[in-house]
């Protein structure tokens, strides 16, 4: 079409196309359609054409009349527009994750009107006329399969059902709580729960259909809303059955789904419910239970036959058991954290850690405080007084030891660690706060940055609380704290670096000096003599072994203290320590170990004496040990086996060994160097030295050598690769060392020679059955 065109217009053609001033804005309403792609190729077009035929006017007004205008530039503004059935599906169907949280949703409401009552009430009394008491009452019909909740709140005009429950995420609490804001004359009531405007309809969750009457003080006349679970619309119409009319307040009736009838209409359950997410709320909640009671009834007494009725006929009282429905109180529990500690004794506190978190032991200890400033919330915590049943909840952080509420409206208590450390899982207790950034559904705890600041004062909180056990006169608490609970306080070194100087003054150990007592790592600094430049210590796998561990020898002999390491998570969390006052922690049974008072000149005699006796060590035993030298540590026993400084120990290597998921070929790679360290003052030491300079090729030198290093495995803490082999080699070095010694030879030779001789002198003779019986045979017949 392009070639056509240039072929065929003229300059008066040319001049034809240009668009005068009335027709342009027509030209650009018709081209709109075409789309900036379309329009674009046409100006491109045009432009090329005039500028082959020197047309600079064409490009000119082209370029006129693509100018836009300011209001396009502005742009029109549209509003966002939503399905509403879609949204609602995306309410009832994705937002919660539990159906049952629509009570909680409810009474939550429930209590927003009974709040704003109360507060409006204030200022104007006739508010409160003849509504009654400031409740919450709620009714479960099996036999219908509904849920009825009444409260005697605000209730609302029919504008405002219109206004609340028919605009989705509309808050009516948001809306009070911005007017009282605004009215600086009346301030502001932080007791209102709702944020949102979606709560209400967690009711769909259960219901196919919910009917909402209502009474506002406001207006003379109570409104019905009624919608369906399934429908876009909802209606709203006067209430004139007079059996139905409220005073004041507001009537929810859930009709129950088929699925859910059976469970939510059970009032053991509903019952449950209101206990779990509402026992806190500040009104009395009500809920309708059957109940039974012993009565005496009156019955008239058969008489016997051949009596004839006299008179009137004797009665006789009998007491039966009689089932009724009455309301019964829910929220029974009082928030104690609400109060002022000074208001609480110690009873209150025990009873409601016990109610709370089904207890039968009163804790160990508690704290009771507020937080101000920054971040505001009320907590009571508590440490138990005995640890719990099963190890796996160690090492699971998702306890249900820490109950959130948010005004008193409980919200979860399932934690993957976002309020307190895994080893900090075994306090228990309720924090309450108005500042905690919840998603929608209330159920998931944000991250953000007043949770951080949360869990560093809950943490805080919880580190003041346990060393005031500690430091108390009884140390019989802090005894029965750390035989439960210690394992969390050394899980607590390996995993929260941060808290390193207050978790290292809790923990407790055995030692040298202190074997049936426990004593701190203060008490340990406090002992160490001036001269000693570290804290000792030896890992083992019972107090027993590491009593009689050879790497103690020297260091007792010394007087100097080592901490015993016995359980599997001691050595990690000391390793993870590193230092504490600025005392290193040293691993006796690694080497290089350094006493402080070596004798620098003898040592350097041993060394020249026993350089032959290591090598020939060395040479016998192979790759089995990196090198062999002169022992600083040993004192009594011949040898010992000691581990590099940057491998694992004999514990951990264990330790490692006995892991179900343990990967065998990270410990060829992981496992330390072993040396071979020998006491030169040992007579097996000495008589393997004239060994190696007299009869270095002996058979027994070199069998014992090999004994003497399978003996130091197993007594330094590793494990031989063949313990058959192991008590083979011992048996027969018994059988050389015992010798016959105790008359054995002697008793065995007496014993042959009695058997030869009697062997010799005596014939054997054989005697054949006989056929013949005597007459004193007892078998003859």
Known sequence: MAPALSRSLGASSVAALLPSPSSRGLRRAALVPQGRGAAARCARGVRWQAGRRRMVGVRCDAAVAEKPTEEETAGEKFEYQAEVSRLMDLIVHSLYS????????????????????????????????????????????????????????????????????????????????????????????????????????????????????????????????????????????????????????????????????????????????????SQFVSFPIYTWQEKSRTVEVEEDEESKEGEEAEGEKKKKKKTITEKYWDWELANETKPIWMKSPKEVEKTEYNEFYKKTFNEFLDPLAYTHFTTEGEVEFRSVLYVPGMAPLSNEEIMNPETKNIRLYVKRVFISDDFDGELFPRYLSFVKGVVDSNDLPLNVSREILQESRIVRIMRKRLVRKTFDMIEEIAEKDDKEDYKKFWESLGKFMKLGCIEDTGNHKRLAPLLRFYSSKHETDLISLDQYVENMPETQKAIYYIATDSLQSAKTAPFLEKLVQKDIEVLYLIEPIDEVAIQNLQTYKEKKFVDISKEDLELGDDDEEKEKESKQEYTLLCDWIKQQLGDKVAKVQISKRLSSSPCVLVSGKFGWSANIERLMKAQTLGDTSSLEFMRGRRIFEINPDHPIIKDLSAACKNEPESTEAKRAVELLYEAALVSSGYTPESPAELGGKIYEMMTMALGGRWGRLDMEKAEASVEADSSEGVATEVIEPSEVRTESDPWKE
């Not at 009394?125 to 849920?147: F, H, M, N, Y």
């Not at 969750?205 to 809303?225: G, M």
């Not at 009537?251 to 699925?259: A, G, H, K, N």
């Open 98 to 277: 539990h159906k049952e949280v629509f009570l909680r949703e409810l009474v939550s409401n429930a209590s927003d009107a009974l709040d704003k009552l109360r507060f409006l009430s204030v200022t104007d009394p006739s508010v409160l006329a003849d509504g009654g008491e400031l409740e919450i009452r709620i009714k479960p019909d099996q036999d219908a399969g509904t849920i009825t909740i009444t409260d005697t709140g605000i209730g609302m005009t029919k504008d405002e059902l219109k206004d609340c429950l028919g605009t989705i995420a509309q808050s009516g609490t948001s809306k009070f709580l911005k007017a009282l804001k605004e009215n600086k004359d009346l301030g502001a009531d932080n007791g209102l729960i709702g944020q949102f405007g979606v709560g209400f309809y967690s009711a769909f969750l259960v219901a196919k259909k919910v009917v909402v009457s209502t009474k506002s003080p406001k207006a003379d006349k109570q409104y019905v809303w009624e919608a369906e679970a399934d429908s876009s619309s909802y209606v709203i119409k006067e209430e004139t059955d007079p059996e139905k009319m409220l005073t004041r307040g507001t009537q929810i009736t859930l009709y129950l789904r088929d699925d859910d009838k059976y469970e939510f209409a059970d009032p053991a359950r509903i019952q449950g419910l209101v206990k779990n997410y």
